[in-house]
């Protein structure tokens, strides 16, 4: 595979005049495309999406057909949640079979794309405000294979993933996202894999498959965060404990609503907004996905 592809350009507001400069010294030969890559936050939900086809799976591999092509893409997962930050810098990344209580059929899948070690020496040099760990231990997630198989099956696309910082709060996240905007315009698809609403606690296990079961909590707690991300209030969407009973219901814990904060830190101001797969799983689940996009000129 030919690795003399691209990585980052600058984005005004985002970096010092000295991070500017080492910056162009390692992407000045890399022109940029005459379009912005799409951002995607995506609801994965049971590992079992990964294998079937179900209304979200075929919309996952609708979505490739909708989008170009990227040169890479880079995946921040629910499932790797570390201390500090670390990103995938292997030639070979492996598929990680992070569950439990699966069909062997789940267990036996390989997703054997490439990995792109320059990109994550590069994405991590971008990245300012924490130092970034190049990792060669971790692999591709459930939260990033059961997605990515479905968009790009034949596995010829680099896929790295981004590490969740467990001891860093909302606004952090979100500010670290916003270092990586100058990837859309090199040709990588950044996704945020999680779920908006994701308390397993309370799952009604015996209505999974009742299509669009909700809790009141839960429905209440996806049109908040749906009506914030149409309004563009990041901030409240950051500062997520103050958003009331049933935003804490939907988030017992951050790591699959984190995401979410990494896919809408890289908005611009003539991206718009549209939600897929919008649909309540066993009563305590959202598939409700986002893809921001400019419009074509």
Do not use: C
Not at 50 to 66: H, N, Q, V, Y
Not at 178 to 192: D, H, Q, Y
Request: proline share 6%.
């Amino acid at each position: 595979m030919n690795r003399k592809l691209f990585i980052q350009s600058v984005t005004s507001g985002i970096m010092t005049i000295t991070g500017f400069s080492a910056f162009r010294n390692f992407t000045s030969s890399l022109p940029d495309q005459n379009f912005q890559m799409p951002v995607l936050f995506i609801g994965h939900g049971s590992p079992m999406n990964g294998i079937l086809d179900t209304e979200f799976s075929r919309r996952w591999t609708k979505m490739a057909t909708e989008i170009p092509t990227p040169k890479a893409v880079l995946v921040v997962s629910a499932h790797w949640f570390t201390r500090g930050t670390k990103i995938t810098a292997m030639d070979f990344p492996s598929t990680i079979h992070d569950f439990g209580g699966f069909p062997d059929e789940l267990f036996a899948v390989q997703y054997p794309a490439p990995g792109f070690p320059q990109l994550a020496k590069e994405t991590a040099e971008l990245i300012t405000s924490t130092q970034v760990e190049l990792d060669h231990d971790w692999g591709l997630d459930h939260g990033t294979w059961t997605i990515i198989r479905h968009m790009y099956p034949d596995a010829n696309i680099p896929v790295l993933q981004l590490s969740i910082d467990y001891t860093k709060g909302g606004q952090f996240h979100y500010e670290l996202a916003r270092e990586l905007v100058a990837l859309r315009k090199k040709g990588v698809l950044i996704v945020g894999s999680g779920n908006m609403v994701h308390n397993l606690r309370m799952v009604a296990w015996n209505r999974l498959d009742d299509p669009g079961f909700g809790y009141d909590w839960a429905i209440a707690a996806n049109e908040q965060f749906k009506s914030l991300i149409s309004s563009g209030d990041h901030k409240a969407l950051m500062n997520y404990s103050a958003l009331g009973k049933e935003a804490q219901l939907a988030i017992p814990t951050p790591e699959h609503y984190l995401p979410l904060l990494y896919s809408l830190a890289l908005q611009g101001p003539s991206d718009t907004i549209d939600f897929f797969n919008d649909q309540l799983v066993g009563g305590s689940l959202t598939m409700t996905s986002v893809k921001i996009a400019s419009l074509p000129s």
